[in-house]
């Protein structure tokens, strides 16, 4: 019951911010929307940027799950990109509002606390990416000394375009997640020959 409290919050505050940008919302206005008093939000947090740090707290680790759950080390490469597919997949079907919220944060004018833990954030989950690639390189998927991010990159742009198009635009999930599905194995196709 008191974790449901603490998730209404920083669901609320994920939709609020993402919508009216964090300087606009206040506390008061997240306790409304949640259904909590402020006591009950002082208790979980020290004020609304801690209630943000934890939104990309949760997004980072929520996204960590789905990878160590989906991405198995003794996967091939191969499986690992069908695992990846359905990292994306799920965080999109479960998590839209961290995603709302981490979509605000990239374009956003942010306490810097925020900003810097993002990229933090943002950087230990390229490094996961990479060492997935780096399996790719190691069984030949792709030319020895290939840049690694760009080959992340190459994957992972039009995955953030499609998930950006849809929080922008509000479109309902189920396209979102077809699209990705379709994405991911028309990038395999592309980029998936073994090199001699």
């Not at 953030?160 to 509000?170: D, E, G, M, R, T």
Request: proline share 3%; aromatic share 12%.
């Amino acid at each position: 019951m008191e974790q449901d409290k603490k998730s209404k919050i920083l669901i609320a505050a994920a939709e609020l911010i993402s919508t009216e940008d964090y300087y606009n919302v206040s506390v008061r206005e997240i306790c409304k929307a949640a259904g909590v008093t402020k006591p009950v939000l002082y208790y979980y947090f020290k004020d609304k940027e801690d209630v943000l740090a934890e939104l990309i707290k949760e997004g980072h680790s929520r996204f960590r799950e789905l990878i160590n759950k989906n991405v198995i080390p003794k996967y091939s490469f191969e499986e690992k990109i069908d695992g990846l597919c359905n990292v994306y997949v799920n965080y999109v079907e479960n998590y839209l509002y961290l995603i709302r919220i981490s979509a605000h944060v990239q374009i956003s004018t942010l306490p810097n606390r925020i900003k810097k833990l993002s990229l933090e954030k943002s950087t230990e989950i390229m490094e996961i990416l990479k060492s997935i690639f780096t399996k790719g390189l190691e069984e030949k998927y792709f030319d020895k000394g290939a840049d690694l991010e760009m080959l992340v990159y190459s994957l992972l742009a039009p995955v953030a375009i499609y998930i950006a198009q849809s929080v922008l635009f509000k479109n309902d999930v189920k396209p979102l997640k077809t699209n990705l599905k379709k994405y991911f194995k028309f990038w395999k196709t592309q980029f998936l020959t073994k090199k001699k």
